[in-house]
């Protein structure tokens, strides 16, 4: 097992200069670590992926190979811009699978919010072993850990990484973030010239819009989440509030009530919102979001999103609720 005790002389890394510093020194014994062989890595488009991608470009160029796959519970636009940065801008070896299909038959008709996650974390990882089998040569599997990671978990935990996977596809584990606390690894990534919407990403649960869909989860209920979602990030864009409110999303829930539009009943979804601001995610307090957002949020929501017709504010701090809805 390899130290994982942050060392003593280990500076922190606040300043630009620092997270150069960081870059070279880590180039140099990715290289040393590497030398000709392949890398592997399942990016998921999050901050701590992303920042190992990058660096391991910098370091390997296309002996890394990035595999995203898109589970079909990603937020908008967010698979295209994994694309976009890395393969079309940053010019990496990236694989990009789109599994959607596969995730949503398998988890037709399952309502229990542990089973549709554990779903998802088992489908994720048959996906990415798939991938990694059509490949030769991969000797290291890279992986986003941060210091945070080992220091609440011992071994790192299971949603991060893809420890799962069978004895024979069991590489040699590159972990260059393993030491950095996330303050750091947002840092460094904005040294490694990665777009601030992705260096200063709220929080996404691995099982990603799969948990705010809630119950058994259908396409059209699905898209329904995602576009409200889309609206909620770009007024919070507009409104000077993505950086400075922890966590905002959209929660759609199975259930519909009766509405009226154009002079006609309907019967359609609400859609719920909520923004919260924590510490460490054990507690967390609601957002006093400005009244005339909430209603230009409201207006939005109910005539472009189809299959929507009311809008609910979640006043509930944690505890008593979860962050999540499920
Ligand atoms: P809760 O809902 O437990 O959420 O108050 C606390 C934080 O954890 C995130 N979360 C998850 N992250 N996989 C993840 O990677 C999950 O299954 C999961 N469930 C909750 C949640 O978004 C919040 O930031």
């Not at 990403?201 to 699905?222: M, N, S, W």
Request: hydrophobic share 45%.
């Amino acid at each position: 097992m390899s130290n994982n005790v942050r060392p003593e002389s280990m500076g922190r890394i606040a300043a630009p200069e620092q997270a150069q510093a960081f870059i070279a020194e880590q180039c140099a014994a990715l290289k040393e670590q590497i030398g000709g062989k392949q890398v592997l890595l399942a990016l998921s488009g999050g901050v701590d992926s992303s920042v190992v991608a990058a660096l391991l470009i910098k370091a390997v160029g296309r002996q890394l190979v990035c595999v995203h796959v898109n589970h079909g519970l990603l937020r908008k636009g967010e698979p295209e811009q994994v694309v976009r940065v890395f393969r079309d801008a940053m010019g990496a070896n990236l694989i990009y699978v789109d599994a959607a299909d596969r995730f949503l038959d398998k988890l037709a008709g399952v309502s229990d919010p542990e089973a549709k996650r554990k779903i998802i974390g088992a489908e994720f990882i048959r996906v990415f072993e798939e991938e990694a089998r059509k490949l030769d040569n991969i000797a290291f599997l890279a992986q986003g850990t941060i210091y945070p990671d080992i220091l609440e978990s011992g071994p790192v935990k299971a949603h991060h990484n893809v420890g799962g996977l069978p004895d024979d596809l069991k590489f040699e584990l590159v972990e260059p973030l393993k030491f950095l606390f996330k303050d750091e690894v947002r840092v460094v990534g904005k040294a490694l010239g990665l777009p601030d919407s992705m260096v200063y990403r709220q929080p996404f649960p691995g099982p990603g819009l799969g948990v705010r869909c809630l119950g058994a989860i259908t396409r059209d209920r699905l898209e329904a989440l995602r576009e409200a979602d889309a609206i909620l990030r770009e007024e919070f864009d507009k409104a000077g509030l993505a950086g400075k409110v922890w966590q905002y999303f959209a929660v759609v829930p199975d259930m519909k009530s009766t509405g009226v539009r154009d002079g006609k009943r309907t019967f359609d979804w609400p859609v719920i919102l909520r923004a919260v601001n924590t510490r460490d995610a054990m507690s967390a307090t609601v957002e006093e979001l400005p009244w005339a957002l909430l209603h230009k949020l409201t207006a939005r929501i109910t005539s472009e999103v189809p299959g929507v017709n009311r809008v609910l504010y979640d006043l509930t701090p944690k505890p008593s609720g979860t962050i999540e809805w499920e």
